[in-house]
Nanobody, 126 residues
Framework: EVQLVESGGGLVQAGGSLRLSCAASGFAADEYAVGWFRQAPGKEREGLSFISVIHIKPKNADSVKGRFTISTDNAKNTVYLQMNSLAPEDTAVYYC???????????????????WGQGTQVTVSS
């Protein structure tokens, strides 16, 4: 059974940083991709950063390039999202999602992902 467990959310002041973690289990070896998404109240879900775990090929949405960095620790089966220079508009529930397979380029659309974590709240105060 595949499970994704996010952690690391919380309250931070504008300009601060947070690192989110997504612990994955139930996958065959490192054959999966992980994406980070977020959804703010009243807004559509937005894709942020994506990585193919076996090839370690990250991809970032234009809206977070230069501020958010996705990385993976394969020994711990954990994918991280380092978020810097946070602003109030980054306030949202953040989700990690995963899809089994080997990808040269990780999927970037939410409908391409099969498994989702429970979400973690990030609140940025001004």
């Amino acid at each position: 059974e595949v499970q994704l467990v996010e952690s690391g959310g919380g309250l931070v002041q504008a300009g601060g940083s947070l690192r989110l973690s997504c612990a994955a289990s139930g996958f065959a070896a490192d054959e999966y991709a992980v994406g980070w998404f977020r959804q703010a109240p009243g807004k559509e879900r937005e894709g942020l950063s994506f990585i193919s775990v076996i090839h370690i090929k990250p991809k970032n949405a234009d809206s977070v390039k230069g501020r958010f960095t996705i990385s993976t620790d394969n020994a711990k089966n954990t994918v991280y999202l380092q978020m810097n220079s946070l602003a109030p508009e980054d306030t949202a529930v953040y989700y990690c999602a995963a899809k089994s397979g080997i990808f040269l380029r990780p999927p970037s659309r939410d409908y391409e992902y099969d498994y989702w974590g429970q979400g973690t709240q990030v609140t940025v105060s001004s």
